[in-house]
């Protein structure tokens, strides 16, 4: 069975810092991983996909992966109150089989 | 704008009743999903399907059943509902290949199950 693991949050940011989200796998055959956004009774969005280890930027967020730790992370620069929200971490083994899901890490990001 | 369409956003049934839940994509893509989200539990695959015809188990396929005549559609079915079925369902579709993994949601059907 395919594991995803987040530390569940309440995390607590102010505005204006680098919020940290971090995630663990255990299917060293994984090959996709993904950062969904969840707000409060809203689906889950796509924000960012990384396939390769190093870093990924996209505006204030940079996803990063490190296959040999099998480690998945998610930073988020200047912290605005808009990204209060549950962050999900999704791996996927590369075919057509579905992602598996961590349980999330809620953000709070504090004015 | 892309979008995934789910038929029902809130449904009450009684135990044993059987459910129907539709969802439809507008964007062409071959993969189509079938998630409930629990609290505490988080997302768990039910279903999935890569084409027309074609479907296969997720993590939890007990008690559900789908269906994938078209493309753009596919259908869960609870074929007698029970009160462990009362959940959020979530649909979701994407394309083959490198982007398999880049869901698109539907907004969620809500069912509770009396």
């Known amino acids: 069975q395919k594991e995803v693991e987040q530390n569940s949050g309440p995390l607590s940011v102010p505005e204006g810092a680098i919020a940290s989200l971090n995630c663990t796998y255990s299917?060293?055959?994984?090959?996709?991983f993904f950062w969904y956004r969840q707000y409060s009774g809203k689906s889950p969005e796509l924000i960012m996909s990384?396939?390769?280890?190093g870093d990924k930027e996209d505006g204030r967020f940079t996803a990063q992966l490190n296959k040999a730790s099998q480690y998945v992370s998610l930073l988020i620069r200047d912290s605005q109150p808009s990204d209060s929200a549950t962050y999900l971490c999704a791996v996927s083994g590369g075919g057509a089989d579905g992602l598996t899901f961590g349980k999330g890490t809620h953000l709070i990001i504090q004015p | 704008d892309v979008k995934v369409t789910q038929s029902s956003r809130y449904l009450v049934k009684r135990t044993g009743e059987k459910v129907f839940l539709e969802c439809v994509q507008d964007?062409?893509?071959?993969?189509m999903f079938w998630y409930r989200q629990d609290p505490g539990l988080g997302l768990r695959l039910i279903y999935f399907?890569?084409?027309?015809?074609?479907?296969e188990k997720g993590d939890i396929p007990e008690g559900y059943s789908v269906s994938r005549e078209k493309k753009e559609r596919f259908s869960l079915i609870l074929e007698s509902a029970s009160t462990n079925q009362t959940s959020m369902y979530l649909c979701?579709?994407?394309?083959?290949?490198?982007?398999?993994?880049?869901?698109?949601f539907g907004e969620g059907s809500r069912l509770t199950v009396l």
């Open positions: 399907s890569y084409d027309v015809k074609m479907k």
């Open positions: 979701a579709s994407s394309s083959l290949g490198q982007y398999t993994g880049e869901l698109f």
């Open positions: 299917d060293r055959g994984s090959q996709s």
């Open positions: 990384i396939y390769s280890n």
């Open positions: 964007m062409d893509h071959e993969n």
